[in-house]
């Protein structure tokens, strides 16, 4: 491993973190909230880590795998750290780990709180929450589409024609180019988003954070009862088209901008998403309408499909206390909580596209069965899969089954019961946000010991970047010097 | 599908189990409990339509893919109506779905009961009760190491050497050469137990009642607290030996016998599964030890090892309400549940061998991201595992999710809450018997609706017969003539 190497461009992520800090703090100095140094002082010490590091590192022609695995874990995890410092300094979260729990949750867009009391904090504070969503979103676009398929991780090996080349090719080139055509989509999106929720009688200052929040797959809210303290509604639909959007293939997207509208309905994932998530509207808004939990019909189709949609993109905002609803609704949300969103967009967990592969070699296996000597091959967007992507969905599968395991354990045996371990577990390693049971939509994680936090932080980073890419750096080889 | 020659089959087995029912008939009359006409009726019911059956049938030459699919299925289903019979004939089980119930639960070596009051049934009854998990376990033993090779199924490839050939070979000569070895094993290894138990003080009707349902893991007992109900810790340090070795492969049982006892230490599975019990009994017991939920520490380490045993290969028996113990051991024992016995053993569940697979896929996943050129073979017992495999692994994991997560969606849709709802699926699905909250270890299944019980009976099917051999025969091509 080239260790200075990786050192540079961590100073670097330190450095572009700095300069976003002076929005929260202008958005501070707007609102006389008193909060504007805590940023400030953040951005200096930033800044000032940052240049640090750069000078210590030594730029490297090549960037390989191994430093890219490097680069991308701790630099999730430095910018983390830092992210967490102005909610410290100010006091308006007064405990280190919970001020990082909050930054570390905004990143990965898990949108998990430890804050009881929201609307109770700065405006500084709040949007600082929102843009680190943001962000982290925006990381996550170029990781997935750019960055990851070239280190061989993720879902997204099965769009690679689009992005050739040999493994060690150098990284730079490309990943600025398309970084910046979907970066392109992504603010484009948020901005029509932010400007429908203003529309829509949001405050600007509101349509702005929940915009970040939605774009990301967040979930943080300025409100304490996230979006279902909007009576209007138009804000519900709005979101709720606006968390599909975030959780599909943003090439999908980029391809819709340039006319190409056939894009989606050609891509096997896009059909495959949204067909889960119209199973389990019907599953959950059923139920809603015969047990009469809403008055009237809309409202039951309205809060049904958007806690569907807000889990299954793992965005995690609420609009209803799911927990009250039949237990059906409990059953259904768990399994999407693990589903999550659509490879190359801002959603978490399992991905849907690794679920389509594994119905495929389910399907073909059955089929095997009566025709033993046929060659099988699994068919993705028209192209035959490569036989060792199944090794590798398999793979990735068996690590999130065991993380989940594991972290269920370990709080269970700490004294949690069953279901807020699931809850929490699920919620953080899949980069949702709200859980069950003691971490339900209406909770929040204060009530975490403070090793636990670290924990459930190592889930949502694990989680945000598709285990392989942190797993791996726990390898001896890893770090040995190439 | 020569469909005559699958009706010949079905007749013969229904022969087969009409000749078993004497057994029950005699001790009926041997206990003077008036409930041998019972049995007698039904034996008479069995070989007439068995007659019946084998007269319109055609014996076939070879017995092809197809044909071994449909005789495996519905020869369960087959056997498994007939053995209600008796229960419902006598009154014992008045209910016809319930009767029908606790068969199936027993020939697939399940377990769950709708039985409340155990101990007032006839003598005649607990012994069918227990010797259809002991019949039910021979025809697993054959299946896992005979049949389901040939057909392709079952985690058994991996031992294929053993049982070589193309696949339309017929299978009549190898199959009863393998089964006359490994029942001998079964027998004697009931007989062993039987013995064990009635010089450990249970009465010799418990001790064969307990030996079969022990060997099959099955987990009906002839007493309301199931094994709980016997004092003597020497009772249950018997069982725990005998559900262990139950859920061992049985070929490494007949090595072992011929002298080569070093045949479990170069297993592979075997030594997964020591270690998975290990881990398990560790997690469950230390927080029994440290909370003193027990006055000893062996009673909170038999307790413990017991459970753990008896969950993980599937047998279902109890000493203790685990729902009374720390949350911790309600997760691990959730994931047992699912985990379940080796394959050629009599356990159900995923099977110890699949889990094994996977692991080894994710190690060499993580290696191949740091050694991209790398050709990565994963090895099983000395042997390369044919990359196909990982493809069978990936579909049998996913059906088995699918039907798990279709089980609690359908159950909380009923009106279930989710802990009940997880753990019927869970126990019926992977042959176990007792689940968590309203089917825990002390309740038992009576409350569950009429359709909710043969969705049940279903799942238990599907559970033990490795999913494909049943969900082939829902596609259409199956039933083709060919």
Redesign the interface.
Same mark, same amino acid.
């Given at each position: 491993m080239n260790k200075r190497a990786v050192i540079r461009v961590l100073g670097f992520l330190l450095g572009v973190t700095s300069i976003g800090l002076l929005a929260p703090a202008l958005v501070s100095a707007l609102y006389r909230d008193g909060d504007g140094w805590s940023f400030l002082a953040t951005a200096a010490i930033g800044a000032a880590l940052g240049g640090l590091l750069w000078r210590l590192g030594s730029s490297a022609r090549e960037i390989h795998?191994?430093e890219g695995?490097a680069v991308v874990t701790l630099g999730w995890l430095t910018v983390g750290l830092l992210g967490g410092l102005p909610a410290w300094f100010s006091g308006q979260i007064p405990c280190f780990t919970d001020a990082v729990f909050e930054s570390i949750s905004g990143f990965t867009t898990t949108g998990a709180s430890i804050l009881a009391d929201i609307e109770s904090r700065s405006h500084g504070l709040l949007f600082w929450r929102s843009l680190t969503h943001w962000f982290g979103g925006m990381g996550i676009v170029l990781l997935a589409l750019a960055i990851l398929p070239l280190? @061989?991780?993720g879902g997204m090996q099965l769009f690679r024609a689009e992005v050739p080349g040999p493994?060690h090719e150098r990284l730079t080139p490309r990943i600025s180019q398309t970084a910046k055509l979907l970066w392109g989509v992504y603010v484009l999106l948020t901005v029509l988003e932010a400007a429908a929720l203003r529309l829509a009688g949001m405050s600007l200052f509101d349509a702005i954070c929940h915009a970040f929040a939605t774009m990301a797959t967040g979930g943080f809210s300025t409100r304490n009862a996230s979006v279902g303290a909007y009576a209007n509604p138009a804000i519900h639909w709005i979101i709720i088209v606006f968390m599909f959007l975030a959780g599909t293939n943003f090439t999908l997207h980029y391809l819709a901008l340039r006319g190409k509208l056939r894009a989606y309905k050609r891509d096997d994932e896009f059909r495959f998403y949204l067909s889960v998530i119209a199973i389990a509207f019907v599953?959950i808004s059923l139920?809603l309408v015969l047990q009469q939990v809403y008055p009237t019909l809309e409202q039951a189709a309205r809060h049904g499909l958007f806690q569907t949609v807000s889990i299954m993109t793992t965005t995690g905002f609420v609009t209803a206390d799911y927990l009250l609803w039949?237990?059906?609704a #409990?059953?259904?949300l768990?399994?999407l909580m693990a589903v999550g969103g659509c490879a190359g967009s801002t959603g978490g967990g399992i991905k849907v596209v690794r679920?389509l592969i594994?119905?495929k070699?389910?399907?073909?296996?059955?089929?095997?069965?009566?025709h033993?000597r046929a060659v099988t091959t699994l068919w993705f967007n028209g192209r035959a899969v490569p036989?060792?992507l199944?090794?590798?969905?398999?793979?990735?599968?068996?690590?999130f089954m065991?993380i989940y395991?594991a972290g269920?354990?370990v709080l269970?045996?700490s @004294? #949690?019961?069953?279901?807020s371990?699931v809850g929490a577990t699920a919620a953080t390693l899949g980069n949702i946000g709200p859980g069950l049971g003691s971490v339900g939509p209406v909770e929040n994680y204060a009530h975490f010991l403070g090793w636990e936090k670290w924990l459930l932080m190592f889930f949502m980073v694990v989680g945000r970047l598709e285990l392989?890419t942190v797993?791996?750096l726990f390898?001896p080889?890893?770090w040995r010097r190439t």
């Open positions: 795998v191994r695995f280190l @061989g991780v493994l599953l139920p039949p237990p059906v #409990h059953a259904v768990l399994v679920l594994l119905f070699a389910a399907k073909s296996e059955l089929q095997k069965l009566l033993p036989a060792q199944a090794t590798n969905v398999l793979g990735f599968l068996l690590l065991l395991i269920i354990v269970t045996l @004294g #949690h019961d069953l279901l371990a392989y797993l791996v390898l080889e890893a």
